[in-house]
């Protein structure tokens, strides 16, 4: 909004509260979004930060208002922006806590915590550097040296979402929340923090405890199972439309189709193709030094850069322009790869479209390669040389990334009127069940997470070999799943001591020539490592109707509002039985699991 409106609760202690708008007689702070507004005792509020409404910058600036009598019946006064030395630092997405102070009058001390800057200031390089306190007074302001913080707090994505409070003085508590990642979806952090400011005068603090909230874990039951299933594999000229609608669609399980032309972009997409096409184009890049993809610990980093620049990165000059249709193989369920490198390259993600992220210079840019710096700090293991020694991944994304899903005819045109279908896809997947389209270009040994989807897709391996991993929707209870990410980074070479009932997860890999189309059910797991450099298209289409899908999707990967609102019921349940003794606590979560599988198993008859 382009003005500022304050209102105040009043009649808290009678029996009808009220709330009433504050006469507020001075011009109010420039228009902001994601900054912070802390309760200076009663009789007031600081506000810092922010993003500015036009996206053009990102805030440093503090104001207070002061309620006159200390009531929401009088009338407020705007003060501001407060004069600091040195300067505040900008940022947004941050949250805070007031450290003392006696109201409007005495404001005492904020403390501020995480969020993102503009690039000015090393944010998110570390945890102890996203502390500070500013102090109202004096109007200075310092960084908080943590102690004892550790590598585990490393990774902590401090973007929104996260609280903070303070005390008895001097008692800090940072409980972690989500973090939107500009291009995968969201990362759920589970931990609460806890510090003590050593000295209330200095500005020190000890990390004294980390606490994870959890449920008793109970052995998955073993028993007798059917070897995964095999990917059935036909060349796409025997497979018609109606058997493609009719048949493989219904059976709920990926069919690999071989020999596809994708309208002559196998033999076309050369190198100096792509760019002819798009090599102006500014894209954000996923740039890691690790051959494994963690969306958990934010392993990599953006890179804003032309299309043309990441061409020449994953392809470089001495790959040759031509690529033939190749034969796909089908190799066992064990999940190994006969043709894959003994140490393959990789790991990276990327996203956006010139029409997202705009000039590399914008702050939203800055901010996307600024934001996944704290994932890098617990990379410590030595990994195998990629493309110069970096590994990339492109995704595609809207035109407007914070609210467009992503549309190859939208934001590479060009290469959309080049790209076709084959003739057995429906037209609906294009037409009124389509959900989106994306572009994926990766350099060598870029491994992604393991992960789902809610939506059908097809994956059309345009140029490059890859290996995709599958696993069948119920293996979920193997995979350690958190969301729709399983948290098993290395499937080569598991963690089983952490991870024990992988080891019986049941998967089948396929390897994907240039002219493949795998066919993928909206919840089959997979995981995919190209082997060369690749470049892919994606079509994602709504196998249910559209009201059965979340409103605001942008990657086809949240959950089912039905089924989001059970499990989130099923997590508040299980934390109740946590407050019964354990004895009786194992015995009502025995009970509870033999309903879920009662269910499982009437659900499974029901198929």
């Known amino acids: 909004v382009a003005e500022s409106v304050a209102w105040g609760l009043g009649g808290v202690r009678s029996p009808a509260p009220f ?14 979004f994601s900054h912070t507004a802390t309760a200076l005792g009663t009789d007031g509020l600081v506000v810092y930060g922010g993003m500015a409404g036009d996206l053009s910058h990102v805030r440093g600036d503090m104001h207070t208002l002061c309620l006159e009598g200390g009531t929401v019946t009088g009338r407020a006064t705007w003060q501001g922006p407060l004069a600091f030395a040195p300067p505040l630092p900008r940022r947004f997405g941050h949250t805070a806590a007031m450290v ?6 005495s404001p005492g001390r904020l403390l501020v915590c995480g969020g993102c800057s503009d690039g000015a200031d090393d ?49 800090i508590t940072l409980t972690l929340g989500g973090g939107n990642l500009f291009s995968f979806g969201t990362k759920l952090n589970d931990r609460t923090h806890t510090f003590e400011l050593l ?10 405890r980390v606490s994870t909230p959890s449920v008793e874990t109970m052995p998955v039951p073993q028993c007798s199972r059917a070897p995964a299933r095999s990917v059935e594999t036909m060349p796409v000229s025997r497979c018609s439309r109606e058997q493609f609608e009719q048949r493989i669609i219904p059976a709920r399980v990926p069919v690999l189709l071989r ?20 090599g102006d184009k500014t894209v954000s890049v996923h740039v890691a030094k690790e051959d494994k993809m963690d969306f958990i610990t934010r392993n990599f980093q953006f890179q804003v850069v032309s299309f043309a620049s990441l061409i020449d990165r994953v392809f470089g000059e001495t790959q040759g322009s031509d690529t033939a249709v190749g034969k796909a193989n089908t190799v066992g369920e064990t999940g190994t790869d006969t043709a894959r490198p003994d140490s393959p390259a990789a790991a990276v993600q990327g996203a956006a479209a010139k029409g997202s992220l705009g000039d590399k210079n914008s702050t939203v840019a800055k901010v996307a390669e600024a934001a996944t710096r704290a994932g890098e700090q617990a990379a410590t293991s030595h990994s195998p040389a990629g493309v110069g020694g970096e590994f990339l991944y492109l995704r595609s994304m809207g035109a407007n990334f914070r609210k467009d899903v992503s549309d190859i005819s939208q934001t590479y045109p060009q290469l959309a009127d080049e790209f076709q279908l084959p003739a057995c896809v429906p037209e ?28 059908d897709n097809v994956l059309c391996n345009v140029r490059g070999t890859k290996r995709v991993v599958l696993w069948a929707p119920e293996e979920v209870e193997r995979l350690y799943v958190i969301g729709s990410t399983s948290q098993v980074v290395d499937i080569d070479n598991p963690d089983l001591e952490r991870f024990p009932h992988f080891a019986n997860a049941r998967s089948t890999t396929v390897i994907l020539q240039p002219g493949d189309m795998l066919f993928m059910p909206a919840l089959w797991f997979h995981n995919v490592l190209p082997l060369e450099g690749c470049v892919s298209v994606n079509f994602f289409w709504k196998h249910l109707e559209a009201s059965a899908y979340q409103r605001k999707d942008l990657y086809g990967n949240k959950d089912l509002p039905a089924a989001s609102k059970a499990l989130d019921k099923l997590d508040t349940l299980l934390g109740e039985l946590q407050a019964i003794p354990p004895y009786y606590r194992r015995f009502y979560l025995a009970a509870a699991r033999a309903r879920v599988t009662a269910a499982f198993d009437t659900a499974a008859n029901d198929e």
């Open 259 to 278: 020999g596809c032309d994708f309208g002559g972009t196998v033999q076309g997409w050369t190198p100096a193709r792509l760019k002819a096409a798009a």
């Open 123 to 171: 944010l998110l390089a570390s945890f102890d550097a996203s502390f500070f306190l500013a102090d109202l007074g004096s109007r200075t302001w310092t960084r908080i040296q943590v102690a004892d913080v550790g590598s585990r707090l490393h990774s902590s994505f401090l973007l929104d979402h996260h609280t903070l409070h303070v005390t008895d003085g001097n008692r």
């Open 100 to 105: 003392g102070g006696q109201g409007s009058h």
């Open 428 to 455: 609906s997947v294009t037409g009124e069940r389509f959900f989106s389209s994306a572009l994926r270009i990766s350099s060598s040994g870029v491994q992604l997470w393991t992960h789902y989807d809610i939506m």
């Open 19 to 32: 709330w009433r708008e504050i006469d507020v007689a001075s011009a109010p702070p420039a228009p902001r």
């Open 199 to 208: 000295d209330p005068n200095k500005a020190d603090a000890a990390h004294t």
